[in-house]
C-alpha cells in the first residue's frame, strides 16, 4: 500500500519562510512526477509546482521565484521550499505524485497526500 506523507506545515508570518516535505513508503517500483497543490477555503485546488523523475519544474505564476521544489529520489521525498511568504499562500498543501507499483504497469497511478496546513498572518 502506497502512502504519502506530507509535514513541515505551520503558522508563520508575512515573509517568513517554511519548508514542507513530501514522503512517498509502501512497494514503490519508480515514481514519475510529483507535485505540490494547495487549497484555500472556497477556492479549487490549484497546482502550486512540479518536478519531474528528471529534475524539470514547473511553478505557478503565484509562486515563481518565491518557492522551489526538489526531490530526493533515493529518499523517494519531495520538498516545497516556501520562502517571503504572503498572507494570500495561506491554504491545505497536498502531495501528489504519479507511482508505478510494478515494473510491468503501462501507466503510472496518482496518489494524494493527506494534506498540510499552512497559514500566513500579515
Known amino acids: 500500500q502506497v502512502q504519502l506523507v506530507e509535514s513541515g506545515g505551520g503558522l508563520v508570518q508575512a515573509g517568513g519562510s517554511l519548508r514542507l516535505s513530501c514522503a512517498a513508503s509502501?512497494?514503490?517500483?519508480?515514481?514519475?512526477?510529483m507535485a505540490w497543490y494547495r487549497q484555500a477555503p472556497g477556492k479549487q485546488r490549484e497546482l502550486v509546482a512540479l518536478?519531474?523523475?528528471?529534475?524539470?519544474?514547473n511553478y505557478a505564476d503565484s509562486v515563481k521565484g518565491r518557492f522551489t521544489i526538489s526531490r530526493d529520489n533515493a529518499k523517494k521525498t519531495m520538498y516545497l521550499q516556501m520562502s517571503s511568504l504572503k498572507p494570500e499562500d495561506t491554504a491545505v498543501y497536498y502531495c501528489?505524485?504519479?507511482?508505478?507499483?510494478?515494473?510491468?504497469?503501462?501507466?503510472?497511478?496518482?496518489?494524494w497526500g493527506q494534506g498540510t496546513q499552512v497559514t500566513v498572518s500579515s
Open positions: 501528489n505524485a504519479a507511482i508505478r507499483l510494478t515494473w510491468y504497469e503501462s501507466s503510472p497511478k496518482n496518489y
Open positions: 509502501g512497494s514503490i517500483f519508480n515514481i514519475n512526477v
Open positions: 518536478i519531474t523523475d528528471g529534475a524539470i519544474t
